[in-house]
């Protein structure tokens, strides 16, 4: 089925840990994105891609980190967790900056401990 | 400021009534709006396009006024089914263009 697929889909981790979320599209889009989606603060972008190769800086992307070796794949990773990264993070992916729908996966729900 | 402002209710509405939610920006330069839905626990879908305009699709319209820089979406004959979250999205000037969400307003049709 085309579309975004995200794993895991939730998971618990002990604060300090590494954790990497991986993104994967089958739509050969350019631009992909990491939001994360907190309780009364909405959808926030942490990290954006345009094109494979290429990466950039969102609202909130401290602790985080992005690759874009390839246009299908869009890991994020936390290095070093902490309680205030336990959310919802969705990556999104869209034919181009300009244009097109933006799709997201179903989402990984993180928790920090 | 937060460049997309949503009331966030929720507003709670009986079926068949007709709710209207507005959604402000503060980027004069933006030149892209969309309404997206999100239902509980679930990832953000488009439900339309936000045109200068104004655009209907069925029981839905969105109107942009981009003197005042707001944009609404109007439901008419409301459904159970339209309970859920509704996202009002602009397309950012920076950021790789992103598109900028606004925290949501939360609908509930009752029967």
């Known amino acids: 089925i085309a579309g975004i697929t995200q794993a895991p889909t939730s998971q618990i981790l002990a604060a300090g840990r590494r954790m990497t979320l991986r993104c994967t599209q089958d739509m050969r889009h350019n631009a992909m994105y990491w939001y994360r989606q907190d309780l009364g603060l909405g959808l926030r972008l942490i990290h954006y891609?345009?094109?494979?190769?290429?990466?950039g800086k969102g609202e909130v992307p401290d602790g985080y980190s992005v690759s874009r070796a390839n246009t299908d794949d869009f890991p994020l990773t936390l290095a070093s967790a902490v309680p205030s990264q336990t959310s919802v993070y969705f990556c999104?992916?869209?034919?181009?900056?300009?244009?097109?729908?933006?799709?997201f996966g179903e989402g990984s729900r993180l928790t920090v401990l | 400021r937060k460049e997309v402002e949503q009331d966030p209710g929720p507003f709670n509405v009986p079926e068949g009534a007709t709710v209207a939610f507005n959604c402000t920006y503060s980027n004069s330069a933006s030149q892209s709006f969309f309404w997206y839905r999100q239902d509980c626990r679930k990832e953000p879908k488009l439900l339309m396009s936000?045109?200068?305009s104004g655009n209907e699709d069925g029981r839905f319209t969105a109107q942009l006024n981009r003197a005042s820089q707001y944009i609404s979406l109007l439901i008419r004959d409301s459904k159970l089914s339209d309970s859920a979250t509704y996202l009002c999205?602009?397309?950012?000037?920076?950021?790789?263009?992103?598109?900028?969400f606004g925290k949501g307003t939360s609908l509930l049709v009752t029967p």
């Open positions: 999104a992916s869209r034919t181009g900056t300009d244009t097109g729908e933006l799709f």
């Open positions: 891609s345009n094109t494979a190769g290429t990466t």
């Open positions: 936000v045109y200068s």
């Open positions: 999205v602009v397309k950012g000037s920076n950021s790789g263009y992103a598109l900028n």
